[in-house]
């Protein structure tokens, strides 16, 4: 267990919806990030929060966004769902803006 | 952008015998990760590997940070079932002009044991 949570596991909706996934980071970790991982493009970073700051963003889509709240944990909005949005999405954390990240288990969203 | 090539992409070997696993870069690291990931489940860190020349032990995993800084080596020996699973290398990179914390994978090598 990495002491990284997120929620729920599974995720199953409707072409054009909107999702929100929510990911909360290791006791004392004040960095927060987003990753898609699909068959096709390997595990795929997305973007960066630091204390609440977004910090670098990848090459994440219009239609995704995110923050991280006052408590740290942090909420990835995806809208306009594509069938192409099918995959895992992974949260990870680290204390400051280092490289070492703690991975959580993941959320498979699919997309019908 | 930077890419990181992992090999092999996969392999199938017999309980007991060594791993040997690599990846490779066009550009420069300044650090290198080995994660493991199971079905269904998030990357594990298994190593990390700060200087040129690192050679750094977790259990039956060996890792080295190559001396070119373009490369990195995971070994595993005798391996067990438990070992299998899928085994990436990520690094550092920039993303938008800063270094904060964005890591590139390789695209894994999965590896099948076999009792």
């Known amino acids: 267990d990495s002491g990284v949570t997120q929620t729920p596991k599974h995720l199953i909706t409707a072409t054009g919806q909107r999702v929100t996934l929510r990911c909360s980071p290791r006791?004392?970790?004040?960095?927060v990030y987003w990753y898609q991982q699909s068959l096709d493009q390997g595990l795929q970073f997305l973007i960066h929060?630091?204390?609440?700051?977004?910090?670098a963003k990848g090459n994440i889509l219009e239609r995704f966004s995110a923050q991280q709240f006052p408590d740290l944990h942090s909420e990835l909005n995806l809208s306009s769902l594509e069938l192409g949005d099918s995959a895992l999405y992974f949260c990870?954390?680290?204390?400051?803006?280092?490289?070492?990240?703690?991975f959580g288990p993941g959320t498979r969203l699919t997309v019908l | 952008g930077q890419q990181l090539n992992q090999s092999p992409q996969s392999m199938f070997i017999q309980e007991g015998e060594d791993v040997s696993m690599n990846c490779t870069s066009s550009?420069?690291?300044?650090?290198w990760l080995w994660y493991k990931q199971d079905p269904g489940e998030g990357p594990v860190l298994l190593i990390a590997?700060?200087?040129?020349?690192e050679l750094t032990s977790n259990g039956r995993l060996t890792a080295q940070f190559g001396i070119t800084r373009k490369d990195s080596f995971l070994n595993i020996s005798a391996s067990i079932p438990s070992d299998v699973g899928i085994y990436f290398c990520?690094?550092?990179?920039?993303?938008?002009?800063?270094?904060?914390?964005?890591?590139?994978f390789g695209q894994g090598t999965i590896l099948t044991v076999h009792p």
């Open positions: 006791s004392g970790d004040l960095s």
């Open positions: 990520a690094g550092p990179t920039n993303a938008g002009g800063t270094s904060y914390g964005k890591l590139t």
């Open positions: 929060y630091y204390n609440g700051e977004e910090r």
């Open positions: 990870a954390s680290s204390v400051d803006s280092g490289i070492v990240q703690f």
């Open positions: 590997l700060y200087k040129a020349g």
């Open positions: 550009s420069i690291f300044n650090t």
